[in-house]
Every structure is written in structure tokens, then in C-alpha cells.
């Protein structure tokens, strides 16, 4: 036997708080791109590091955004199920379909430096990702917790759990790439200057 019950309210505050989670995700996500990008450091070495950093967080933004797609999608097919056989709305969660793009670091005739900037850049990216991933937890969290039960509840939990699991490995491995690629540039910058 299989209990099969929705509460429309729950479902749809849960949609109203996975869309707030999915913008604000978004945007740490461009914020992360621009940041690495803004680092102060100029000169020709330093346009070729902010190209790669910004291009590797670019690439990880994006593959982000697909996969919160993919967990909207899941969403949204569950719901819409469920709204035609039991009633109610299905919740249907934007993801912003731009691609996420790094501005063009300057290009400038000198070499500016400033290895304390650098470094400070490590600590806002870290904080960039646990957000991320707090996001992640939230949407899943919520998405459990809600007023929902039978098959189809059952299926967008785990299609949101894979896409959550798999997407916070993305995050764990491209902080490491970013903070390791970072902490190689200043251990770089340094040894020139002795």
C-alpha cells in the first residue's frame, strides 16, 4: 500500500524558497567569477592567471547551473505529475539560462603586485563555495522536509540527492583547483622577487 498525500501549500513554498536558493546561487556563482578575475595584480603574467582562473571558475559556474537545471527539471516533472492526477500547481523553479562568462582581465604596460591581495582572494573564494553548498543542502533539505508523500516525492528526492551529491564534489574540486592554482601564483610571485 502506498500513502500518497500533498499538502499544495508546502509544495509551493518550497518552490517560492528552491527559486530564492537557485537566484542567490546564481549570483555567488558570477560574484565567484568576477572576484578571482578583480584580484589586484597586472602585468603580463598576470593576465594570463586571470584568464585561467577566471575561465576555470566560469566552467565550473556553468556545469553548476546545469545541474541545478537538472534539479529543477526534477522538480518540475514530479509536481507536474502530481498536480494532474491529485490537483494543484506544478512548481516550475528559472534557472538563469545565460552563461556565465569571466570579464576580460586589463591588459596594462606594467607589473603591479600585490601578494596580500592575492592571498586574501583564497579566503572569499572558500567562502564562495561553502555557500554554494549550504545552497545545495538547503534545496535538499526543504525539498525533504515537505508536506509530500508517495513515488513521486520519493523520485525527485533522489534525483535532487544524485544531482546534490555529484554538484558538491564539482564544488569541492574546483576550490581546490582555484585556491591551489592562487596559492602556486603567489608562491610564484614571491620566489621572482627575492
Keep these: 500500500m502506498t500513502i500518497i498525500r500533498v499538502n499544495p501549500a508546502s509544495v509551493q513554498a518550497y518552490g517560492s524558497s528552491a527559486q530564492a536558493t537557485f537566484t542567490s546561487m546564481h549570483q555567488a556563482l558570477v560574484t565567484l567569477v568576477n572576484d578571482v578575475v578583480a584580484v589586484r595584480y597586472f602585468g603580463p603574467n598576470a593576465v594570463a592567471f586571470k584568464t585561467q582562473c577566471g575561465q576555470t571558475a566560469a566552467d565550473f559556474a556553468n556545469k553548476l547551473s546545469l545541474d541545478m537545471g537538472a534539479m529543477a527539471t526534477a522538480v ?54 561553502t555557500s554554494l553548498r549550504d545552497g545545495l543542502d538547503r534545496n535538499l533539505s526543504q525539498l525533504q522536509g515537505t508536506d509530500w508523500e508517495g513515488n513521486a516525492k520519493l523520485a525527485a528526492v533522489d534525483q535532487v540527492t544524485g544531482f546534490t551529491t555529484s554538484a558538491k564534489a564539482k564544488c569541492d574540486a574546483a576550490q581546490e583547483s582555484i585556491v591551489n592554482y592562487i596559492r602556486q601564483q603567489v608562491e610564484s610571485v614571491t620566489a621572482a622577487d627575492r
Design 76 to 129: 518540475r516533472t514530479s509536481t507536474t505529475n502530481i498536480a494532474s492526477s491529485l490537483g494543484g500547481a506544478p512548481i516550475n523553479i528559472q534557472v538563469d539560462p545565460n552563461p556565465i562568462s569571466p570579464p576580460v582581465p586589463a591588459s596594462v604596460d606594467y607589473v603591479d603586485v600585490d601578494t596580500s591581495a592575492l592571498e586574501a582572494v583564497m579566503p572569499v573564494v572558500t567562502a564562495h563555495f
